[in-house]
């Protein structure tokens, strides 16, 4: 089973920030966080990952929190092409498991 | 990032048959790659994971001799659905990893449909 958990959707105003929560309060000490994006019938797109320090690149901000058990995922400036469901991961026995994910609406 | 690509994407077959789907990490050696499945509206499900070179290794409920796994190089692993059933229908999935496992990178999905 997934050791993460996301609220199962939310809703964001074009142009505004997302902010997509995730716990993972069991997450071992060299257990990265990744963040992954999965549109529509499509395979799974990598957004980003981090350890314990919070981490930036070209399409979002990872900010994970000082104890580790939880993140926040955070896209800038949202567009309908970010509408997707967003699943945050940990590596379980160097496996990836997904869980449900948050199913993100952008609203125009 | 790095490529993987999954072909075909779409495949129809008749029960019975079997299905052979490939993936291929483009640009990078892939010491290790996995096999998910998705139904409708539900999350990717891990069936299998393999290292080049030796046998796969598969998820609690996954018939190893229904899903056959190949992973014969460090560029291409294949996943055979045998006697392929209408419950088979589903959204394969593959990922890469390479071996300084930083993050996967996944297939575009095959789309199998079983008549």
């Known amino acids: 089973d997934a050791k993460t958990t996301q609220p199962p959707s939310m809703d964001c105003a074009e142009g505004r920030a997302a902010n997509l929560p995730c716990n993972h309060s069991?997450?071992?000490?060299?257990?990265?966080v990744y963040w992954y994006r999965q549109i529509h019938s499509q395979g799974p797109q990598y957004i980003i990952h981090?350890?314990?320090n919070n981490e930036t690149n070209e399409m979002a901000s990872l900010i994970i929190t000082e104890d580790r058990k939880s993140s926040t995922l955070i896209l800038p400036h949202a567009t309908l092409r970010d509408t997707a469901v967003y699943y945050c991961i940990n590596e379980r026995d160097d496996k990836i498991i997904f869980g449900k994910g948050t199913r993100l609406h952008i609203l125009p | 990032g790095a490529v993987v690509s999954q072909h075909p994407s779409r495949v129809i077959c008749k029960s019975g048959t079997s299905v052979k789907i490939e993936c291929r990490s483009l640009d990078f050696q892939a010491t290790t790659m996995f096999w998910y499945r998705q139904f409708p509206k539900q999350s990717l499900m891990l069936m299998a994971t393999s290292n080049e070179g030796s046998k796969a290794t598969y998820e609690q409920g996954v018939e190893k001799d229904k899903f056959l796994i190949n992973h014969a190089s460090l560029t291409l692993s294949t996943l055979t659905v045998t006697s392929a059933h209408p419950e088979d229908s589903s959204f394969y999935i593959c990922?890469?990893?390479?071996?300084?496992?930083?993050?996967?990178?996944f297939g575009q999905g095959t789309r199998l449909t079983v008549v």
């Open positions: 990922s890469a990893m390479t071996g300084s496992r930083t993050e996967a990178f």
């Open positions: 981090g350890l314990k």
């Open positions: 069991t997450i071992s000490g060299n257990e990265y």
